[in-house]
């Protein structure tokens, strides 16, 4: 690992520690020539599917893309990054338990819609507004039509609490 001070190659592990999900493993590191400690993170890519794009272009998986999309969504709202972390790594967690080599970019918006409209209406909405790219009001008034219905229905389905 190329130490981040002053780029020696040597380093030594201080710490391991496995993530709360398991999926990922924090290394303390420190540099044998600088003696400056770091930390690095590792886990499993190779599971991770291709994204089929909107033009058929294929790229590999990125979940920063996400959670930069979850952020702009969620900007001035009351949501933790901690909580836009956690969608992220479940979104990616879904992907690598489907198995499958390639996923639509589609997919993965629809579960971001999804996982927003659980979140926050209003990060719901805008992320709604950019995904679906509405053409005028309309398009904007139906969506959010559609969300007020499908919040009610979930709301009447949740058993009442005495």
Known sequence: MKCPYCSNLEDKVIDSRISKDGMTIRRRRECLACEKRFTTHEKIEDTLPAIIKKDNRREPFDSKKILD???????????????????????????????????????????????LHDLDQVAYVRFASVYRSFKDLNDFMKEVKTFLERREQSQKKAPVEK
Do not use: F, P, W, Y
Request: hydrophobic share 30%; charged share 40%.
């Open 69 to 115: 999309g979850l952020r702009k969504a969620c900007q001035k709202r009351d949501i933790s990054m901690q909580q836009l972390e956690e969608i992220t790594d479940r979104i990616e967690r879904s992907l690598m338990e489907r198995g499958v080599k390639e996923v639509q970019s589609s997919e993965i918006g629809e579960q971001i819609m999804h996982e």
